[in-house]
């Protein structure tokens, strides 16, 4: 019912910027909260940002706070995570998902069994 598609993934230096995109298609109404995942080899999927349909709500992981921005722009269903002050600790498979139940504890923003659409993923990879 929904496809996710991540785009912008690519190589770059430490301490450099990059902007994934997450375009999203389908039946997009149903969609409440986005996030982005991000999974390197041998590593659990972890948990990066979040972000409410109105944008108001935003959850970031610890280790990206300061450094990431999660936006969403509706009118062209696309969300976006703006990556600044890049680590290598940052190279993973960057997932986007979404979420159709609606959640008020930021709780549920951070855990990936609680969202149903998922994006195929795109490779970042940070040369130190």
């Known amino acids: 019912q929904v496809q996710l598609v991540e785009t912008g993934g690519g190589l770059v230096q430490a301490g450099g910027s990059l902007r994934v995109s997450c375009a999203a298609s389908?039946?997009?109404?149903?969609?409440?909260?986005m996030a982005w995942f991000r999974q390197a080899p041998g590593k659990e999927r972890e948990f990066v940002a979040a972000?409410?349909?109105?944008?108001?709500?935003?959850t970031y992981a610890d280790s990206v706070k300061g450094r990431f921005t999660i936006s969403r722009d509706n009118a062209k269903n696309t969300v976006y995570l703006q990556m600044d002050s890049l680590k290598p600790e940052d190279t993973a498979v960057y997932y986007c998902?979404?979420?159709?139940?609606?959640?008020?504890?930021?709780?549920?923003?951070?855990?990936?069994?609680?969202?149903?659409?998922w994006g195929q993923g795109t490779q970042v990879t940070v040369s130190s």
């Open positions: 972000i409410s349909y109105s944008g108001g709500t935003i």
């Open positions: 389908g039946r997009t109404s149903s969609v409440y909260r």
């Open positions: 998902a979404g979420q159709r139940t609606y959640y008020s504890d930021a709780y549920y923003a951070r855990n990936a069994l609680h969202y149903e659409y």
